[in-house]
């Protein structure tokens, strides 16, 4: 059994130390936080079958293009002479054909639903129970534009065989009687489920310590040491960590971890903003996505969770009241009786997708060395995915055999 090393401890890195315990070895997960508040906390919590798409759609560049001169649009790409950005977008305009999108849609779906049969079972486990509810998702549209696409989209899902069902506005409205609505219709992506990240976080936590994980809080990975092709310790200001297998787990601090090792992790981080408003749930019971204006809206922890925008920047902290401004607009025009309040901007959580620029995520070793593992690059499903790439951690740790295809996902992939 091996001494593995995490860096990182969002919903990839507490995952994989979850199955790597699960299988015998001996896990130390160090964060530079307190893990108690980053990216794998205030997501929509949405576990999404449903998107078999990448990120990088012929669509996509258009759409993108016209967004980043609308202050209010649900996607910025800050203009930069950035190398990473510059690197970022170049691939991103290779990838986005259907060629890719054709060769993605396999190895995601596949790595989906793995990812929510583990969710289903570890729901299941004592000490979890995360609220996971399966009643799908709905992508509610406004124009002919996006009913045709989502119809398209619908039928390609049903070809891969993920259960999903183009409604009208009739239909939608029996199956939330309580909520006005303003749409043409959506589809119901009945493959897909939602759970409470930080639930799910906190009952991953309780139980990795319990188990006797080492888990090490505001301990940021400074140094990493390598010699004749493998990792030998790696370092936080004047501590020292050594183990026989590492995972990079950063999300969108990866890059920064790669360049400790020399090995090149091509993402962007791409903040988001969620909010939460309390008594709203018993108007809405499926979550909703809003196909045009790009929010999610999640049923959780007795109230909504409103949460959207992707803005590609260097990591920071400002709010861009603004966009938050788009996602609390844009509501009300899908579903006139549903009008949140802005919020303040104390209440404003904010966090940063690890966002790769093919739209695929990062899950194997590096070609350069021989016991690093990269896990990350999950952009906006990095909480779908999160139990799938943990097991698939495991597998490539303990020298088994994936379950699924992993090719795709290669690090040093083109
Ligand atoms: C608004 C919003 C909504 C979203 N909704 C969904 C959704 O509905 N469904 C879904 O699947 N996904 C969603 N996502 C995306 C999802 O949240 C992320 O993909 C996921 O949380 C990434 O997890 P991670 O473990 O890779 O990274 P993180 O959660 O960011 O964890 C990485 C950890 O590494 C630590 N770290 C970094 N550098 C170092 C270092 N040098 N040393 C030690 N530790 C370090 C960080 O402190 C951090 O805790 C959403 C994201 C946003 C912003």
Same mark, same amino acid.
């Given at each position: 059994?091996?001494k593995?090393?995490?860096i990182?401890?969002?919903?990839?890195?507490?995952?994989?130390?979850?199955?790597?315990?699960?299988?015998?070895?001996?896990?130390?997960v160090?964060d530079?936080?307190?893990m108690?508040?980053?990216?794998?906390?205030?997501?929509?919590?949405?576990?999404?079958p449903s998107?078999?798409?990448?990120?990088?759609t012929?669509?996509?560049?258009?759409?993108?293009?016209?967004?980043m001169?609308?202050?209010?649009?649900?996607?910025?790409?800050?203009?930069?002479?950035?190398?990473?950005?510059?690197?970022?977008g170049?691939?991103?305009?290779?990838?986005a054909?259907?060629?890719?999108v054709?060769?993605s849609?396999?190895?995601l779906?596949?790595?989906?639903?793995?990812s929510?049969k583990?969710?289903?079972?570890l729901?299941?486990?004592?000490?979890f129970?995360?609220?996971?509810?399966?009643?799908?998702?709905?992508?509610?549209y406004?124009t002919?534009?996006a009913?045709?696409?989502?119809?398209?989209?619908?039928?390609?899902g049903?070809?891969l065989?993920?259960?999903?069902e183009?409604?009208?506005?009739?239909?939608?409205?029996?199956?939330?009687?309580?909520?006005?609505?303003?749409?043409?219709?959506?589809?119901?992506?009945?493959?897909?489920?939602?759970l409470s990240?930080?639930?799910?976080?906190?009952?991953?936590?309780?139980?990795? =310590?319990?188990?006797g994980?080492?888990?090490?809080?505001n301990k940021?990975?400074?140094?990493?040491?390598a010699?004749?092709?493998?990792?030998?310790?790696?370092?936080?200001?004047h501590?020292?960590?050594?183990?026989?297998?590492?995972?990079v787990a950063?999300?969108?601090?990866?890059?920064?971890?790669?360049k400790?090792l020399?090995? =090149?992790?091509?993402l962007?981080?791409?903040?988001?903003?969620s909010?939460?408003?309390?008594?709203?749930?018993?108007?809405?019971?499926?979550?909703?996505?809003?196909?045009?204006?790009r929010?999610?809206?999640?049923p959780?922890?007795?109230?909504?969770?409103?949460g959207?925008?992707?803005e590609?920047?260097?990591?920071?902290n400002?709010?861009?009241?603004?966009?938050?401004?788009?996602?609390?607009?844009?509501?009300?025009?899908?579903f006139p009786?549903?009008?949140?309040?802005l919020?303040?901007?104390?209440?404003?959580?904010f966090?940063?997708?690890?966002?790769?620029?093919?739209?695929?995520?990062?899950?194997?070793?590096s070609?350069?060395?021989?016991?690093?593992?990269?896990?990350?690059?999950?952009?906006?499903?990095?909480?779908?995915?999160g139990?799938?790439?943990?097991?698939?951690?495991?597998?490539?740790?303990?020298?088994?055999?994936?379950?699924?295809?992993?090719?795709?996902?290669?690090?040093?992939r083109?």
């Open positions: 059994m091996a593995v090393l995490i990182g401890g969002g919903i990839v890195g507490l995952s994989s130390a979850y199955y790597l315990h699960k299988a015998g070895h001996q896990v130390t160090l530079k936080g307190d108690t508040d980053g990216c794998s906390y205030g997501n929509a919590g949405m576990i999404v998107h078999f798409v990448p990120l990088a012929p669509g996509m560049v258009k759409q993108g293009i016209r967004w001169f609308n202050s209010k649009s649900p996607f910025y790409v800050k203009p930069s002479l950035n190398p990473q950005l510059i690197s970022w170049l691939k991103f305009l290779k990838k054909n259907a060629g890719h054709e060769r849609a396999v190895p779906t596949e790595l989906s639903l793995l929510k583990l969710y289903e079972e729901d299941k486990e004592p000490g129970g995360f609220d996971l509810v399966e009643k799908g998702i709905l992508m509610f406004k002919e534009k009913a045709e696409e989502e119809a398209h989209m619908a039928q390609k049903c070809s065989g993920l259960d999903m183009v409604l009208s506005a009739a239909d939608c409205m029996k199956l939330q009687p309580n909520l006005q609505l303003d749409v043409l219709g959506a589809v119901h992506y009945k493959c897909d489920a939602h990240p930080n639930k799910l976080m906190a009952a991953l936590i309780k139980y990795l =310590k319990a188990a994980v080492n888990l090490v809080a940021e990975v400074t140094k990493i040491e010699s004749g092709g493998k990792v030998k310790r790696v370092l936080s200001f501590d020292e960590f050594t183990a026989d297998e590492y995972i950063g999300g969108s601090w990866s890059p920064a971890i790669g400790l020399d090995i =090149k992790i091509l962007m981080p791409g903040k988001g903003y909010f939460n408003i309390k008594d709203h749930q018993q108007i809405m019971q499926i979550p909703a996505l809003l196909a045009e204006a929010v999610a809206i999640t959780m922890n007795g109230g909504l969770r409103y959207g925008t992707m590609l920047d260097k990591i920071n400002r709010v861009n009241m603004n966009r938050v401004k788009g996602i609390v607009e844009s509501v009300p025009e899908y009786g549903l009008k949140p309040a919020p303040a901007e104390k209440d404003i959580w966090g940063f997708r690890p966002s790769s620029a093919d739209g695929l995520p990062y899950i194997g070793r070609k350069s060395f021989n016991n690093p593992t990269i896990a990350t690059g999950h952009g906006t499903m990095g909480l779908s995915l139990a799938a790439t943990g097991l698939l951690v495991n597998a490539i740790i303990s020298g088994t055999s994936t379950s699924i295809s992993i090719e795709a996902f290669a690090p040093d083109d």
